[in-house]
T-cell receptor, first 114, second 115 residues
């Protein structure tokens, strides 16, 4: 069965420090991978996505993610965290077939300390 | 870019009444729409998948008679929560996809509170 695992429920990072949020997936077909961010009471904002090609993907707000097929991972990174990055982050997996829904991980809450 | 409009943003209703949530794709034709539910501090759980002109496919554990989904056109899908109860209070989000487009576009969500 398809699944997404985000091992870290809550991470606290100092402002200016680097960040890595982990994501592992289990998917039978070629996965399409996404990272979304959600602020409290708000909808989802797409940070970046991977379909094919270069395994290092650049997104908005200075985020990047690397697809590692051998490890079934799609970890999100940012070299220097800002206080405004504090939010909930979701990794999701989908497929190329039009009728396939995104499956979400449980999310990681990012807190940023000053 | 692709835009999905979801209304209302928030709604408060009395227990036992029904509430309809609309999801519209504004600049593309959404052959498939998805409805998710999110409880506080939890992830998004897929409720159902709907294709234009056909019956929705519900995930296991989702009551299809309680959560009525209609996808009557390529730009509109509706979710009706019938005989709402306080336990139905949640954040509901729709997502749309256009045919073989790889992207998923999300609505801004609807906060439902049943009192």
């Amino acid at each position: 069965a398809q699944s997404v695992t985000q091992p870290d429920i809550h991470i606290t990072v100092s402002e200016g420090a680097s960040l890595e949020l982990r994501c592992n997936y289990s998917y039978g077909a070629t996965p399409y991978l996404f990272w979304y961010v959600q602020s409290p009471g708000q909808g989802l904002q797409l940070l970046l996505k991977y379909f094919s090609g270069d395994t290092l993907v650049q997104g908005i707000k200075g985020f990047e993610a690397e697809f590692k097929r051998s490890q079934s991972s799609f970890n999100l990174r940012k070299p220097s965290v800002h206080w405004s990055d504090a939010a909930e982050y979701f990794c999701a997996v989908g497929a190329g077939q039009a009728g396939t829904a995104l499956i979400f991980g449980k999310g990681t809450t990012l807190s940023v300390s000053s | 870019g692709a835009v999905v409009s979801q209304h209302p943003s928030w709604v408060i209703c009395k227990s036992g009444t029904s509430v309809k949530i609309e999801c519209r794709s504004l600049d593309f034709q959404a052959t498939t729409m998805f409805w998710y539910r999110q409880f506080p501090k939890q992830s998004l759980m897929l409720m159902a998948t709907s294709n234009e002109g056909s019956k929705a496919t519900y995930e296991q554990g989702v009551e299809k008679d309680k959560f009525l989904i209609n996808h009557a056109s390529l730009t509109l899908s509706t979710l009706t929560v019938t005989s709402a109860h306080p336990e139905d209070s949640s954040f509901y989000i729709c997502s749309a996809r256009a045919g073989t487009e790889y992207g998923y576009t999300f609505g801004s969500g609807t906060r439902l509170t049943v009192v």
